[in-house]
């Protein structure tokens, strides 16, 4: 079985710019979570999409935005690019809304 | 606002020997803990759980505490492998809050062949 799959793996954007970052869960899984991971800290919550619908959003400026289509796969979008973008960004998935959560290798983004 | 940290920043062990990695949770309504393992260049890999109406739990070569009374949270790994090299997070969950989880800062575990 596929675990959950992040697309890219590396991205270098410049300031200002737009960035779309993909993530597919594991079949079966209806829930989404969006982290992002600064080096040397752990992960920071940025949104959770069940069946669909955002049930939770953390700490971050409007500049980030996601959504989860019909097949459950999630978007997330950052839009005008900050240096402190820098970080990987994690995908978790999980069956429920509150059930244990997998989470794929990352996309690490270098904002330069 | 409110957040798990951690007390050691990085812990040596012996191959062999047994590793203990502690956490403290500030969230009083936390109800769900999970440990994480991350290896370089990896996401967070699941090693185990424990809900806040049990006080232990153990998994192959893993064991996990909780003690609510002091809001701690504890991982053992018996005869730590070189393998078990990686920087660990607990992880805390509300509930009725969805997979919101709020992390620590890490620990970072070097095993000595």
């Known amino acids: 079985d596929a675990g959950v799959t992040q697309s890219p793996t590396h991205l270098i954007k410049t300031r200002g710019q737009q960035v779309t970052l993909r993530c597919s869960p594991i079949s079966g899984h209806k829930s989404v979570s969006w982290y992002q991971q600064v080096l040397g800290q752990g992960p920071q919550f940025i949104f959770q999409?069940?069946?669909?619908?955002?049930?939770g959003r953390g700490n971050f400026p409007d500049r980030f935005s996601a959504r989860q289509f019909p097949n459950y796969s999630s978007e997330l979008n950052v839009n005008a690019l900050l240096l402190g973008d820098s970080a990987l960004y994690l995908c978790?998935?999980?069956?429920?809304?509150?059930?244990?959560?997998?989470f794929g290798q990352g996309t690490r983004l270098t904002v330069v | 606002g409110e957040s798990v940290g951690l007390h050691l920043p990085t812990l040596s062990v012996q191959e062999g020997d047994n590793s203990i990695i502690n956490c403290a949770y500030s969230?009083?309504?936390?109800?769900?803990f999970i440990w994480y393992k991350q290896e370089s260049g990896k996401g967070p890999q699941f090693i185990i759980d424990i809900r806040s109406n049990m006080d232990k739990r153990q998994g192959q070569r893993v064991t996990v505490l909780l003690n609510k009374t002091v809001k701690h949270l504890s991982l053992q790994i018996a005869a730590t492998q070189p393998g078990d090299s990686a920087v660990y997070f607990c992880a805390e969950n509300v509930g009725t809050a969805g997979n919101k989880l709020t992390f620590g800062g890490g620990t970072r575990v070097l095993v000595k062949p």
């Open positions: 978790a998935s999980s069956f429920g809304l509150n059930t244990e959560a997998f």
């Open positions: 999409y069940y069946e669909k619908e955002e049930r």
């Open positions: 969230n009083s309504a936390s109800d769900y």
